[in-house]
């Protein structure tokens, strides 16, 4: 089993910043693809960003230049750093991974259990 537990959510006022971090545990012999999700209510989840072991990133047109997406493979973590936050990024946010148990096999899909972001005056 893998776990993926989140961290650093909260209430923010438009305009100002929060980091969630997202550290992966269990049985782990590499990790491909990490990446951040978001749900609002009444919404589908849709992809906020993802970073590839070797730091390629992908952002949502959304967020692009707002957000950064960053990793620490050795501790298995990723982060996401948010400036400028806006009422319309007011969203559960999950974290996801991509990983292996062996060298060789499946990979497999890990998701955390979410993290509140309410950016609101």
């Known amino acids: 089993q893998v776990q993926l537990v989140e961290s650093g959510g909260g209430l923010v006022q438009p305009g100002g910043s929060l980091r969630l971090s997202c550290a992966a545990s269990?049985?782990?012999?590499?990790?491909?693809?990490m990446g951040w999700y978001r749900q609002a209510p009444g919404k589908q989840r849709e992809l906020v960003a993802r970073i590839t072991s070797g730091h390629s990133t992908d952002y949502a047109d959304s967020v692009k230049v707002r957000f950064t997406i960053s990793r620490d493979n050795a501790k298995h973590t990723v982060y996401l750093q948010m400036n400028s936050l806006k009422p319309e990024d007011t969203a559960v946010y999950y974290c996801?991974?991509?990983?292996?148990?062996?060298?060789?096999?499946?990979?497999?899909?890990?998701w955390g259990q979410g993290t509140q972001v309410t950016v609101s005056s």
């Open positions: 269990g049985s782990i012999f590499s990790i491909g693809v």
């Open positions: 996801n991974a991509e990983y292996r148990r062996a060298l060789v096999g499946n990979s497999y899909d890990a």
